[in-house]
T-cell receptor, first 114, second 112 residues
Framework: AQSVTQLDSQVPVFEEAPVELRCNYS??????LFWYVQYPNQGLQLLLK??????LVKGINGFEAEFNKSQTSFHLRKPSVHISDTAEYFC????????????FGKGTKLSVKP | SQTIHQWPATLVQPVGSPLSLECTVE??????LYWYRQAAGRGLQLLFY??????ISSEVPQNLSASRPQDRQFILSSKKLLLSDSGFYLC???????????FGQGTRLTVV
């Protein structure tokens, strides 16, 4: 069975510091990988996705993620965060070839402080 | 362009009362439609998905039901709410070809 683990439920950082939000998954089949962001009082937005090809994926707002098949990880990174990056971030997997069942992690709350 | 509308944004309902959350999609046809729930301190859980009018698949046994009376309308219902139904409900649609998902603004339901 597929599962997604986000190791940190909360990550507090200071503005302009780098950040890494960790995501590991388990699956017996190939997967597509996603990171979604939920800003306060808003719906989910897609940050980036990995379907195939280059393992380093660049998304919106300066975020990027690297797919590591051997470590079954898809960690999200940003070299310098802003106050506006304060939000909850969800990692998700979709088993390759399925019609669209997304499996989400529990989310990581990123709090950026001045 | 495609948009998704979900309402209401917040809802407080007493235990035992009925529920109806509505979601509509514009700008696309024959989308896959989904209802997710995020309970407090937990990840998103897929409740229902639909690949066409009248076609509903349930992922988990629960106190809720879903219906798709029109191609771009997806309704989440309950006859009698339980306290455990409290949570954040998200409607979503996906493009069958690109598999990209789009989410509504969500409904925060509190059952008291």
């Amino acid at each position: 069975a597929q599962s997604v683990t986000q190791l940190d439920s909360q990550v507090p950082v200071f503005e302009e510091a780098p950040v890494e939000l960790r995501c590991n998954y388990s699956s017996s089949v190939s997967v597509y990988l996603f990171w979604y962001v939920q800003y306060p009082n808003q719906g989910l937005q897609l940050l980036l996705k990995y379907l195939s090809g280059s393992t380093l994926v660049k998304g919106i707002n300066g975020f990027e993620a690297e797919f590591n098949k051997s470590q079954t990880s898809f960690h999200l990174r940003k070299p310098s965060v802003h106050i506006s990056d304060t939000a909850e971030y969800f990692c998700a997997v979709r088993p390759g070839g399925s019609q669209g069942n997304l499996i989400f992690g529990k989310g990581t709350k990123l709090s950026v402080k001045p | 362009s495609q948009t998704i509308h979900q309402w209401p944004a917040t809802l407080v309902q007493p235990v035992g009362s009925p529920l109806s959350l509505e979601c509509t999609v514009e700008g696309t046809s024959n989308p896959n439609l989904y209802w997710y729930r995020q309970a407090a301190g937990r990840g998103l859980q897929l409740l229902f998905y639909s690949v066409g009018i009248g076609q509903i698949s349930s992922e988990v046994p629960q106190n809720l039901s879903a219906s798709r009376p029109q191609d771009r309308q997806f309704i989440l219902s309950s006859k009698k709410l339980l306290l455990s139904d409290s949570g954040f409900y998200l409607c979503a649609w996906s493009n069958v070809k690109t598999r990209r998902a789009f989410f509504g603004q969500g409904t925060r339901l509190t059952v008291v």
